[in-house]
């Protein structure tokens, strides 16, 4: 035990050691601080070459896969225009209430209205309608993949990391290949929203046909079913509510791959509608268009999830038949209604443009009010991030500390303080707890004082290999070692780095944030009941609609970006502090209250250790939603990766953009598979099942 | 519960040198049929040594017509692993599952079915009911996938729904359900289709104490009625000895020994055995007959019962009648007479064995 133990130390020492001589090493090779030109394989050209090629000879088959898919389209977009809004409403009512009530219903009226109103109906209907189409194709798609990785080991092997990458490689990559092979138009943003949307599916069907009972499957071969009935009479239908969990998802993935997608234009939609007054900086516009997408998110998961939940729930078969297709029968009566008022009353079949309202004039007035008044406090606030947090961490101590930013030069007594003070605290910390802390505080200020953006690349390698190494077993450890590899031999080595100092603060905020939020609300009955509808508006709400109200106040910028990301990323942190704190087993409470713990005792010494396992699972979804977000976030101006992905994708380089996507599904990939590893590893030294 | 005559009565079901091997290769533990076998705790041991998993190993029993046969054995013993090779849910590695005489192993996929759906009736441990139907569709459900119209599936459904006592439950759904209702639609579904092999795998074990037991006297009162071959799964010593005509008490995948229950607490084969009946309680065991003993007077005036009465059932008369009882066979003839001394010893000697075993009543 003790040998092990100090050979794990060793490693790690001499990681630091290796670290340390790589910095002293750097001005002497300069290979090290920065990877030479002269070795980077041309990857994005070769890509480019290959594209070129596609495009020349199959080109023919994607354009006549476009034109096809543009039929089904513009029928239903023809239909949802030509509809008085009236019935839309209506029938969007009448759907919301025979999912989940008459609650939803008004929430669906009102929210409806409110599309109208301001004058975004038509925008609206038309991201609807390519909703309409996408959302069935995603389903089917993926109840088909899901149905094979099912029945076969093999396939599922090559589907599920398939479906990783997809999951992680950003958005607007996406949009590449597609807009290259299919040419531009709506069809770019039906593709990109199917493939965006499927693979939730895809895991959610075969989880949900595994998960059917051994023994209502052996009941039901031992009731003689064939084969096939026993797929679609047995398994299917026992698997429905997470069949639906599975459209529920797919469905939010595809309307924000829409949103996304309409960053390539002429589409006309409502996320085209927020681009563009975001462009134009005209913020209280957008914030209204916004509100629309957010809402149409909102009623479109409840009603899905609604769905989801009722499934089960079944009319007595007794009823009779008007009682039993009430449904159907009330949406054909209203709608002939309403057809025919619309046709009297033309106001109900179109809001005239002079009743439009919309408080976009006053929002903008009060938001130059606010921000008039109130610089010195905006300005500070960014100002002390930006140089005590952000600049640091960015290019280390060394660089950021002088006269102008912290108000004293960093004379070496000052390093030699530093250096003396973090290795009297890992000292400490090793032996008052372990020597692990004591590593990870040498670790940190090392990279503190240098920057992550000035570390030899061959140090930063090294240190997440071991670490993967550590965590996750070999495996693991050589998988980061190519990751990274990868990033360094391609040439995207620097903007990575970039991405990575960025999203790693906003993770370590938000999730700082969130857990403490998390565990406040585990203890406090009224704050769980007041973060529950926040945290699902937030998750629901599209990625561009985060960023307006931090665009409106601090313009474009990384702090901007940082600000967006720490508010869409602390949510999962919130969610799995409280669940894995008001989860634990009961009688190791109860044993600790009979030791006569205090309340704090109780939380730090208990709860928090036993809860640690799904608060990191929390942390792996900071991380995942930080990362889909840095991508959306490219487009409030940062320097990573994701700002590469975009540039690709407005010059069309199809090669760089990819490259540069692939490069942040590997850090995402990465980072999920260190913290996952990580939550199983503690979670079974715990005993603790996992869930 | 006439377990001579079953001995006598024509094998239903047979099961005949089953091996369930799981691992890598379990075939090439059978190359030829499994003929070479000597010792089957030895060839258990040494496929177990090969990192293979022995689930069963050379099991052998017969269920007659009409006889309720009872596997009984410890979590990890096989029971549930030879219940499901019974109707080849699980697949034997090799031996033969005798249907009516018929190998059953040897039939297609599409016989299999047609067997399934009309010989053969299955009831769960966890119920296995399908979540996404009611009572009634639950119960048809094996006549839906048989074809079967709703008014052909339906009637034949409300007949099993009266014969379990769930009338009235009929749009219900299994959530909706207490857990012994639950497996009432699961005893009521077994029963849809008039299966000739009932089995029952530890039908009543996830039921509380009090459920159980009523679940049994309904059991026993639809046997009485049915009369189905019945092939009954349980890990419950108690259970098993209230049931079973026949019973078979398994360990590490084999079988140990089978009999009646009284066979196995008179005579158990080995500690193994012994241990289970050690604490039972023989006044529920014992029954008159097998404490007869010849008459020394006439039998002038005294009480009659019949040799199937429990011991402990006839111990306040036998209390109030210091002459004893005359205790009669099936068909009214006299077997001897049972007393007051006699079950007094029978009980202090723990069931006619081992008087030195005072312990077990400590």
């Known amino acids: ?691 | 519960m006439n377990t001579e005559s079953s001995d006598r009565a024509k094998v239903k079901l047979s099961c005949r040198n089953v091996w369930k091997v799981y691992g890598a290769q379990p075939d090439r533990f059978f190359k030829d049929g499994g003929k070479q076998i000597r010792d089957t705790a030895e060839h258990a041991a040494s496929i177990r040594e090969s990192g293979h998993i022995v689930a069963n190993a050379d099991v052998s029993f017969d269920v007659h017509v009409g006889e309720t046969f009872v596997i009984m054995g410890l979590s990890g013993s096989g029971k549930s692993t030879i219940v499901r090779c019974l109707s080849r849910l699980v697949e034997p590695t090799t031996g033969e599952i005798l249907l009516d005489g018929d190998n059953l192993l040897k039939k297609t996929d599409a016989e299999l079915i047609d067997i399934r759906r009309h010989k053969m009736g299955m009831v769960f441990q966890s119920f296995g009911l399908m979540p996404h139907l009611n009572v009634i569709d639950n119960i048809a459900f094996p006549l839906k996938l048989q074809g079967k119209n709703e008014t052909e599936r339906y009637s034949q459904a409300e007949r099993v729904i009266k014969l379990v006592g769930l009338e009235g439950r009929e749009s219900n759904f299994p959530k909706e359900l207490s857990g012994g209702q639950q497996q009432r639609v699961g005893i009521a579904r077994s029963l849809a289709v008039e299966p000739d092999v009932w089995f029952l795998d530890e039908p009543f074990s996830a039921l509380d104490p009090l459920i159980r037991k009523q679940m049994q006297n309904e059991f026993l009162r639809l046997q009485s009625v049915l009369h189905k071959s019945i092939v009954f799964i349980t890990h419950d010593f108690h259970e098993a000895l209230r049931i079973a005509d026949r019973m078979a008490i398994m360990r590490d995948g084999a079988v140990v020994q089978i009999g009646r229950p009284v066979d196995l607490i008179l005579n158990p084969a080995d500690s193994y055995v012994r241990d289970f009946t050690s604490d039972v309680p023989w006044e529920g065991v014992l029954r008159a007959v097998d404490i007869v003993e010849q008459p020394s007077g006439s039998l002038e005036g005294m009480g009659r019962i019949s040799g199937d009465t429990l011991i402990g059932d006839m111990m306040g008369y036998l209390a109030g009648h210091e002459e004893g009882v005359v205790v009669e066979g099936d068909g009214g003839n006299v077997l001897g007479i049972a007393t007051a001394r006699g079950v007094v010893s029978a009980l202090a000697a723990g069931g006619g064995k081992e008087p030195t075993s005072a312990k077990r009543y400590a």
């Open chain 1, 1 to 691: 035990m003790l040998a092990k133990f100090d050979r794990g130390l060793a490693h790690w020492l001499g990681v630091i050691v290796a670290t340390l001589a790589c910095i002293a090493l750097q001005n002497e090779l300069s290979w090290m601080s920065e990877y030479p030109d002269s070795l980077i394989v041309p990857f994005a050209d070769l890509l480019n070459v290959v594209m070129d090629w596609v495009v020349k000879n199959f080109g023919w088959f994607f354009l006549g896969i476009s034109w096809l898919l543009e039929w089904p389209i513009k029928g239903v977009r023809w239909v949802l225009n030509s509809l008085p809004w009236v019935v839309s409403v209506f029938l969007v009512c009448l759907v919301a209430h025979a999912a989940s009530g008459w609650r939803l219903s008004v929430f669906a009226l009102f929210s409806t209205l409110y599309m109208v109103v301001i004058g975004y109906w038509e925008e609206s209907m038309n991201s609807l309608s390519l909703l309409a189409i996408s959302v069935p194709l995603a389903v089917l798609v993926g109840f088909s993949f899901g149905v094979l990785g099912f029945y076969s080991r093999r396939a599922e092997k090559v589907i599920m990391p398939t479906l990783d990458v997809l999951q992680t490689v950003p958005a607007f990559a996406y949009l590449l290949p597609i807009l290259m092979l299919f040419g531009f138009g709506t069809v770019v943003g039906l593709i990109a929203s199917v493939l965006y949307s499927f693979p939730p599916m895809v895991r959610n069907t075969i989880v949900g046909l595994r998960r059917v009972p051994d023994e209502v499957i052996e009941s039901g071969l031992m009731a003689g079913a064939t084969p096939s009935q026993l797929f679609w009479q047995v398994r299917v239908p026992s698997s429905t509510r997470q069949l639906l969990l599975g459209v529920n998802q797919a469905t939010m993935a595809s309307l924000s791959m829409v949103i996304i997608a309409s960053i390539i234009g002429g589409t006309a939609d409502i996320g085209w509608e927020v681009l563009s007054t975001i462009r134009k900086a005209q913020f209280g516009e957008s914030l209204l268009a916004g509100l629309v997408i957010a809402l149409m998110a909102m009623i479109i998961d409840r009603v899905s999830s609604g769905f989801a939940a009722r499934s089960g729930d079944y009319d007595p078969a007794e009823k009779s038949f008007t009682q039993r297709n009430r449904y159907w029968i009330g949406a054909i009566l209203g709608t002939v209604v309403f057809l025919v008022l619309a046709q009297i009353f033309s106001i109900l079949s179109e809001w005239p443009r002079e009743l439009e309202f919309s408080p976009a004039q006053a929002m903008n007035d009060g938001l130059t009010y606010l921000i008039v008044n109130f610089r010195t406090e905006i300005e500070t606030v960014k100002t002390l991030a930006f140089f005590f947090v952000m600049l640091p961490t960015k290019i280390g101590l060394q660089m950021a500390v002088s006269p102008f930013t912290w108000g004293f030069a960093l004379t070496p007594a000052y390093t030699a303080i530093y250096v003396i003070g973090m290795i009297a605290l890992a000292a400490i910390c090793t032996i008052r707890w372990n020597s692990r802390i004591g590593i990870w505080i040498l670790l940190f200020s090392i990279f503190y004082y240098v920057g992550l953006t000035n570390m030899p690349w061959p140090a930063v390698l090294l240190i997440y290999s071991v670490g993967g190494w550590k965590i996750g077993g070999p495996a693991l450890g050589i998988g980061t070692a190519l990751g990274f590899g990868f990033l360094a031999v391609t040439g995207i080595w620097p903007e990575a780095m970039l991405s990575i100092y960025l999203c790693g603060i906003a993770i370590i905020i938000a999730f700082l944030i969130g857990s403490s939020i998390g565990i406040w609300a585990a203890h406090n009955d009224t704050v769980s009941a007041i973060m529950r509808p926040i945290n699902d508006t937030l998750q629901t709400m599209p990625l561009f609609v985060i960023l307006i109200p931090f665009v409106m106040i601090y313009k474009i910028g990384e702090f901007t970006a940082l600000l967006a990301i720490i508010a869409y990323a602390f949510v999962p942190a919130v969610r799995y502090a409280e669940h894995g704190l008001r989860n634990l087993p009961e009688h190791v409470i109860e044993a600790a209250k009979m030791m006569g713990s205090t309340k704090w005792q109780m939380l730090w010494q208990v709860k928090v250790p036993l809860a640690l396992p799904v608060m990191m699972l929390g942390l792996n979804q900071t991380i995942m939603f930080a990362i889909a977000m840095l991508v959306i976030a490219a487009l409030v101006g940062t320097n990573g990766l994701e700002q590469i992905v975009y540039i690709g994708l407005s010059d069309g380089n199809f090669g760089v953009g990819i490259i540069a996507g692939i490069g942040m599904a590997i850090i995402a990939i990465i980072a999920d598979r260190m913290t996952q590893a990580w939550s199983r590893k503690r979670q079974t030294e715990l005993g603790l099942e996992t869930s």
